[in-house]
């Protein structure tokens, strides 16, 4: 049996996430007071007792995301499990710095201060109210993607979530986007709704983004990951570090594949997914993609134990 773990993305923040964690573990809580000194500021203070409206600000939610999934790493760690436990990390659009975190590809304080100039680039890139993105359910890919396409009329309008069969996400121009949502009714989706989100990620608007992170990623020490990636924008594995880099900048304005990055590691051989970090949402995506993968989320210190057991 072949195993990857994956890592949470943007929407799983919530007030809380990774206290218990590191209550019971002090490599756990290691983790969240190295973010916080990398970031020179308590951002831990605001994960587990502050506002979720904050918490949800793209340039907080990014680096609190990581320092929970790397915290749950780090239990597990404690626990005996070793990255080296899976064939392949993964994750999904800002999580797959937390997977290159958990593989000893980038410090954690480097990931840190990266996801932070991330955050921020990407909401400076669109003035709020310009870009907008919205979920198409009940839709396959390519009928999203053509719906995109037919809605942009002369503006950005992109697939930039292919999620699980059922859940394409389109991003870009507000215009667009909404013309989109009326589309993807037309052409019988379950539902199309515009999605609570202050830019619109993963498209060709957030050209200023990559350029900010192609400038920030090239002043960071990057090593080849302990288990190969599975990238977002190309769904295949990698375990070079300059292609790595590139890819990551590509990432900020190209389509984060999860559908088929899930379908490829089940066609050679992943046949259970531990998702490390807050929340369960990817562990849905991957059952609606591939109900013979077993899921477990690895989230909490009984859930840390239970899965640590898993492989005793």
Avoid at 101 to 115: F, Q, V
Avoid at 201 to 214: N, R, S, T, W, Y
Avoid at 266 to 282: D, P, R, Y
Wanted: charged share 20%; glycine share 8%; with cysteine.
């Amino acid at each position: 049996m072949s195993r990857a773990f994956v890592f949470p993305g943007q929407g799983a923040q919530t007030i809380g996430m990774g206290k218990a964690l590191a209550e019971a573990y002090p490599e756990a809580r290691a983790v969240f007071e190295e973010v916080d000194e990398a970031l020179g500021e308590k951002l831990s203070t605001l994960i587990w007792e502050g506002a979720q409206d904050e918490l949800t600000l793209t340039q907080n939610a990014q680096p609190a995301l990581m320092a929970t999934s790397l915290a749950a790493m780090r239990a597990l760690e404690a626990e005996g499990v070793t990255i080296q436990a899976a064939a392949y990390v993964a994750g999904h659009s800002l999580g797959e710095y937390s997977a290159l975190a958990a593989a000893g590809s980038l410090s954690i304080a480097d990931t840190a201060r990266l996801l932070r100039i991330r955050g921020q680039a990407m909401q400076a890139a669109v003035p709020v109210g310009v870009g907008a993105m919205a979920a198409l359910l009940g839709l396959d890919f390519e009928t999203a993607r053509d719906v995109a396409a037919a809605a942009s009329e002369g503006e950005i309008c992109q697939a930039a979530n292919d999620n699980d069969p059922g859940q394409v996400v389109v991003s870009g121009h507000k215009g667009a986007v909404e013309r989109a949502v009326e589309l993807a009714k037309a052409q019988g989706a379950k539902r199309a709704v515009l999605l609570p989100v202050s830019a619109p990620f993963h498209c060709a608007l957030m050209k200023p983004a990559a350029e900010a992170m192609a400038e920030a990623l090239s002043h960071v020490e990057m090593q080849a990951p302990a288990v190969p990636l599975v990238a977002n924008v190309i769904a295949e594995p990698v375990n070079q570090s300059a292609t790595i880099r590139a890819l990551l900048v590509d990432q900020v304005t190209g389509s984060v594949r999860w559908r088929e990055s899930v379908a490829w590691m089940s066609a050679h051989g992943v046949s259970e997914i531990w998702e490390i970090g807050a929340g369960k949402a990817l562990s849905g995506m991957i059952r609606r993609i591939d109900r013979a993968i077993a899921c477990k989320t690895v989230g909490t210190p009984d859930e840390v134990k239970s899965a640590a057991d898993s492989l005793v």
